[in-house]
């Protein structure tokens, strides 16, 4: 070989290896930046809809309420959706401490059942525990506590797909039977409004 041909090889060579360096550091660039986007920003709330969320949470209320199986004169208020803040997530979240997004919601229906007694209201609970256990939702607290001058007997169960979470508690004092239903965070259009959401309103059936 000459060596002018030696050294075309060589060149050509080189280039090669500049070529695959080149790659791999833009590649190892790409991922860092998207690697710092994740950790800057934290993991990204999933997408909801407010209606299919309210829809769903009064869909699992009236199930519940059907669950206690009392007596019909143990009625149901009315009552209506709230929404709560969410927070920015990842180290951005340092940033903007006690910052909520505006973008990102959670929702809740709370509603209770008056003038329980507590041998009907620990039935009742019997019941829904049943019955969400069969839905394979996962008991989170067990929420039966007293004090001096009050008692408490409840539970949380909560949704391993979908994160939703429902509170029961029944209290001495004012044998009431209280049920919070709830979604996680999530994150909600533009055009969102709360406090004129025509799905906020919850009538159980009598």
Not at 80 to 109: E, K, M, Q
Not at 178 to 191: E, H, L, M, R
């Amino acid at each position: 070989m000459s060596k002018s041909s030696a050294r075309r090889t060589r060149v050509s060579g080189l280039s090669v290896l500049y070529a695959v360096w080149g790659l791999v550091t833009a590649t190892l660039l790409a991922a860092a930046v998207v690697a710092g986007n994740a950790v800057w920003n934290g993991a990204a709330y999933p997408s909801a809809d407010p209606d299919a969320v309210a829809r769903r949470l009064k869909a699992q209320s009236v199930e519940v309420y059907d669950g206690f199986a009392l007596s019909e004169k143990y009625a149901a208020g009315t009552s209506r959706f709230d929404t709560s803040a969410c927070y920015y997530r990842g180290l951005r979240s340092i940033t903007h401490i006690d910052r909520a997004r505006s973008d990102v919601r959670s929702f809740g229906l709370d509603w209770s059942i008056p003038g329980v007694p507590e041998a009907a209201a620990r039935d009742a609970q019997r019941r829904v525990r049943r019955q969400l256990v069969q839905k394979g939702w996962k008991l989170t607290l067990e929420g039966d506590r007293a004090g001096t001058n009050f008692r408490e007997l409840g539970f949380r169960f909560e949704d391993p797909e979908g994160g939703d979470q429902i509170d029961v508690r029944w209290n001495e004092l004012t044998t009431t039977l209280f049920i919070s239903v709830y979604a996680p965070c999530g994150q909600v259009s533009d055009s969102f409004v709360d406090y004129d959401w025509g799905e906020a309103d919850w009538h159980p059936k009598k």
